[in-house]
């Protein structure tokens, strides 16, 4: 008969499989933070009537990032827990379904990994163009986009989280703090850039 002992080895390996993944991308989330978080002492100055200076809204964004991946890691690590704990123990782990059905021939692991990977090119896409767009036409399609990852699918989340969170951004940052952010090098996304501005400090 099995010792306790032994028969709680092999649970404890697969709760640490369970949990690498989610850690995993943590960790990477955090360490491309910190390396963007680095880089604003840079261009950190003082600002005339501001006085987190330029480089207050991107440390205040990485900061928010940073606290929005370390509450996405805790609700993964306890729906996995609260997954764990529904199967019962007789069962074993061999009934246990996959998160998602990889597409036949494909590995499930080399699946479940490249599903995740626009999750972290989408925002160095968005990075590399709101310099040219300007950051108030990038963002909404930013945020949408983000959910369609995501897997949001129903119209009105997608835009009700779009508008709720865009709304805050205009009102925090170009409202009340002022903040400059890029408004774009092209000529006529520069000018739907600085009428956002005008109806978001005037006309709201």
Known sequence: MPSTAGAALPERSRDLRAFAGPVVEWAIWIAVLAWVFWQTQRFDRE???YAFGAAGWPRALCIAAALGATGQLIYRIAEIRRGRAAVPEAAGPEIAAPESAAPEGQKPGLWQRAKHLPIFIFPLIYL????SVGFYVATPFFILGLLLILEVR????????TCVVYGLVLLL?????????PVGRIESFYDINNAIIGIARYGM
């Open 47 to 49: 600002i005339a009537q």
């Open 128 to 131: 590399y163009l709101v310099p």
């Open 154 to 161: 129903t119209l009105r989340a997608l835009l009700g989280v």
């Open 173 to 181: 940052f170009t409202r009340f703090f002022y903040v400059a952010l």
